[in-house]
């Protein structure tokens, strides 16, 4: 089907082969089998190259270290002016009127690619903000009730998103599903329901070591107005 | 022979597929459905306990739904299933206002619609379909007056809760604790 489809794009040079049958011959060709032997055993082991794949008992080994064993302190990292060993760096705290913004996947939905799906937007087609029972007191906010987010760097959610009451929250923090929030109209079901945890995430640390990365070192005030009212009218 | 589902609230992480895998085994219309999914959460953070549960009809042995039906359109049929015989239903809804789990809804095209533990399934031998999808296993079916079943066992072996006791319906769903 592919070759077909090739083919007629002209691009008949890249499916130099009459079906697939052949590419597969091939590459068992290559590989110091055939399409006839394979036909007839189904599976075929070969030999390793790379020695074993596991270590005996007892056998001694060595790791690819300066030391060559596994290293809790690391001389190489030591020169390079890295912590030899992890030291505990404390995080960044939200500022006052501020909440860590946290945020994690919602059962129902596989990332933010199942959220047309009619049956699993029947089941959730919004996030909501979690916030605790202790900052919904302080916040003035109430269940169900629609907020706008604003990040530490000034970047203000495109939809609103409805607040969740709820002890499963910290009180420093507040939390999202991602995946929502789309401002794409073709998307019929999830256009403009809740809000993109992606927009307010501006500030990424980078493990400098490592190079992992965490993206829940952002801080988001929560808007009770509308921030875009006072633009429209 | 009575059947039983035996849901583990421990390993229910709440991910609702069995609600989808029961819409379209079923033809449920979207926008309703046989079974759901409750959360409770009790105490304060960070004392937080959170129980997740599926739940949909407990086909009680003592159903008040049944008894209520004025056509005889909800009956008892073998393993002690409740079920609805749509072309006997008038769509009175007494069994909806009777049931103290809110286990039954008016299907659009006018008959109450409920779950029937997927009984076509059963005369093939498989599992309703909630319990084939679940994708932590937490959910068993089977025969409880037979000692050697799972779901005996597990009864046997852990302790439980059923929906609503004080109903007095002697509910056939149980969840583990």
Same mark, same amino acid.
């Given at each position: 089907?592919?070759?077909?489809?090739?083919?007629?794009?002209?691009?008949?040079?890249?499916?130099?082969?009459?079906?697939?049958?052949?590419?597969?011959?091939?590459?068992?060709?290559?590989?110091?089998?055939?399409?006839?032997?394979?036909?007839?055993?189904?599976?075929?082991?070969?030999?390793?190259?790379?020695?074993?794949?596991?270590?005996?008992?007892?056998?001694?080994?060595?790791?690819?270290?300066?030391?060559?064993?596994?290293?809790?302190?690391?001389?190489?990292?030591?020169?390079?002016?890295?912590?030899?060993?992890?030291?505990?760096?404390?995080?960044?705290?939200?500022?006052?009127?501020?909440? %860590?913004?946290?945020?994690? %996947?919602?059962?129902?939905? /596989?990332?933010?690619? /199942?959220?047309?799906?009619?049956?699993?937007?029947?089941? /959730?087609?919004?996030?909501?903000?979690?916030?605790?029972?202790?900052?919904?007191?302080?916040?003035?906010?109430?269940?169900?009730?629609?907020?706008?987010?604003?990040?530490?760097?000034?970047?203000?959610?495109?939809?609103?998103?409805?607040?969740?009451?709820?002890?499963?929250?910290?009180?420093?923090?507040?939390?999202?599903?991602?995946?929502?929030?789309?401002?794409?109209?073709?998307?019929?079901?999830?256009?403009?329901?809740?809000?993109?945890?992606?927009?307010?995430?501006?500030?990424?640390?980078?493990?400098?070591?490592?190079?992992?990365?965490?993206?829940?070192?952002?801080?988001?005030?929560?808007?009770?107005?509308?921030? /875009?009212?006072?633009?429209?009218? | 022979?009575?059947?039983?589902?035996?849901?583990?609230?421990?390993?229910?992480?709440?991910?609702?597929?069995?609600?989808?895998?029961?819409?379209?085994?079923?033809?449920?219309?979207?926008?309703?459905?046989?079974?759901?999914?409750?959360?409770?959460?009790?105490?304060?953070?960070?004392?937080?306990?959170?129980?997740?549960?599926?739940?949909?009809?407990?086909?009680?042995?003592?159903?008040?739904?049944?008894?209520?039906?004025? !056509?005889?359109?909800?009956?008892?049929?073998?393993?002690?299933?409740?079920?609805?015989?749509?072309?006997?239903?008038?769509?009175?809804?007494?069994?909806?206002?009777?049931?103290?789990?809110?286990?039954?809804?008016?299907?659009?095209?006018?008959?109450?619609?409920?779950?029937?533990?997927?009984?076509?399934?059963?005369?093939?031998?498989?599992?309703?379909?909630?319990?084939?999808?679940?994708?932590?296993?937490?959910?068993?079916?089977?025969?409880?007056?037979?000692? !050697? !079943?799972?779901?005996?066992?597990?009864?046997?072996?852990?302790?439980?809760?059923?929906?609503?006791?004080?109903?007095?319906?002697?509910?056939?769903?149980?969840?583990?604790?």
């Amino acid at each position: 089907m592919t070759k077909e489809i090739g083919s007629r794009l002209d691009l008949q040079a890249y499916f130099v082969y009459k079906d697939f049958e052949e590419v597969i011959a091939w590459q068992l060709n290559e590989m110091g089998s055939s399409l006839e032997e394979m036909k007839k055993i189904g599976v075929k082991n070969f030999k390793r190259k790379s020695g074993p794949l596991y270590l005996k008992k007892d056998e001694a080994y060595e790791f690819a270290t300066n030391s060559g064993k596994i290293e809790f302190y690391s001389e190489e990292l030591a020169n390079l002016g890295l912590d030899p060993m992890p030291v505990y760096t404390s995080h960044e705290s939200p500022e006052q009127g501020f909440y %860590r913004l946290n945020y994690g %996947r919602s059962p129902m939905h /596989t990332f933010s690619r /199942t959220i047309n799906n009619p049956n699993l937007s029947d089941l /959730t087609n919004e996030n909501t903000l979690w916030v605790n029972p202790k900052v919904a007191r302080i916040e003035g906010l109430k269940n169900g009730q629609s907020v706008w987010l604003e990040n530490q760097d000034g970047i203000i959610s495109s939809f609103s998103i409805n607040v969740r009451v709820t002890e499963r929250i910290r009180w420093d923090s507040v939390y999202m599903y991602h995946g929502f929030g789309h401002d794409n109209k073709k998307l019929s079901r999830a256009h403009g329901k809740g809000v993109s945890d992606t927009e307010l995430i501006s500030n990424i640390k980078v493990d400098p070591l490592m190079g992992g990365t965490g993206m829940r070192g952002n801080f988001v005030k929560i808007l009770i107005d509308n921030p /875009t009212k006072e633009v429209l009218l | 022979m009575k059947y039983a589902m035996v849901i583990d609230t421990l390993k229910c992480v709440g991910c609702s597929d069995c609600v989808v895998a029961c819409q379209s085994e079923n033809n449920v219309p979207i926008g309703y459905c046989r079974d759901w999914v409750t959360e409770s959460v009790n105490g304060t953070y960070p004392l937080v306990e959170i129980e997740l549960k599926s739940e949909r009809c407990n086909q009680c042995d003592n159903a008040p739904c049944v008894r209520c039906c004025p !056509t005889g359109a909800s009956h008892k049929a073998d393993g002690g299933i409740v079920l609805v015989t749509a072309d006997e239903c008038i769509g009175c809804g007494a069994c909806i206002a009777s049931c103290p789990y809110d286990a039954r809804y008016q299907h659009p095209d006018g008959y109450v619609d409920k779950c029937t533990f997927c009984a076509h399934r059963l005369k093939k031998g498989q599992n309703p379909a909630c319990v084939s999808v679940c994708p932590t296993k937490c959910m068993y079916f089977g025969d409880i007056d037979d000692p !050697t !079943t799972k779901v005996s066992h597990l009864l046997a072996s852990r302790k439980f809760k059923v929906l609503a006791p004080e109903a007095g319906t002697k509910p056939n769903v149980y969840y583990l604790i």
